[in-house]
């Protein structure tokens, strides 16, 4: 797939855990985390989240993009390390319950609750990547030029 002028690859589709039914399995974090210093849920914390199940992704920096269908990109992201690590247990595909509140991976609750909505409706999501350490302008780039709907600095360029 061509994001301007950038040839990305299909890594992966994008699933989830489902039980006997089919139904996405959920799951609330932040119920099971010792809120010892009373923080407040961060805005995208309080979930249902999901397991997000994606495999073959490179252990190397680069950008991602988030599509759903052929090609409706939703969302555009980096890895400065690793994209396998930023979509694994430490990343979008597990929620901790210590990023559910103020201080933690806000981003990574709302990404995941937005494939959750996705997969809900019976969409077919894909991650394509593209491996680079140069991940960081490149992201920015390709925000500013397609504003994907899933990313916040678009709609702030918008307005």
Same mark, same amino acid.
Do not use: K
């Given at each position: ?19 006997? +039914? ?9 119920? *099971?985390?010792? /809120? %010892?210093?009373? !923080?407040? @849920? ?56 210590? +990023? ?9 609750? *709302?990404?995941? /609750? %937005?494939?959750? !909505?996705? @997969? ?40």
């Amino acid at each position: 797939m061509d994001l301007d002028g950038y040839e990305f690859s299909r890594a992966s589709a994008i699933n989830a855990d489902r039980d006997a +039914n089919g139904s996405l399995v959920l799951d609330v974090p932040h119920q *099971r985390f010792a /809120n %010892l210093r009373g !923080l407040p @849920l961060n805005a995208n914390g309080l979930g249902p989240f999901i397991r997000v199940r994606v495999a073959g992704l490179p252990p190397r920096p680069g950008v991602y993009a988030v599509v759903r269908g052929p090609n409706e990109v939703l969302y555009i992201g980096r890895a400065q390390d690793s994209i396998a690590a930023r979509w694994g247990a430490t990343g979008y595909a597990v929620i901790y319950p210590r +990023n559910c509140f103020r201080g933690g991976q806000s981003t990574n609750c *709302r990404i995941n /609750n %937005l494939i959750r !909505l996705e @997969l809900e409706n019976g969409a077919e999501l894909s991650l394509w990547t593209y491996t680079t350490p140069e991940c960081v302008a490149m992201e920015r780039q390709l925000i500013a030029r397609l504003q994907p709907a899933w990313n916040l600095q678009g709609r702030l360029n918008q307005t």
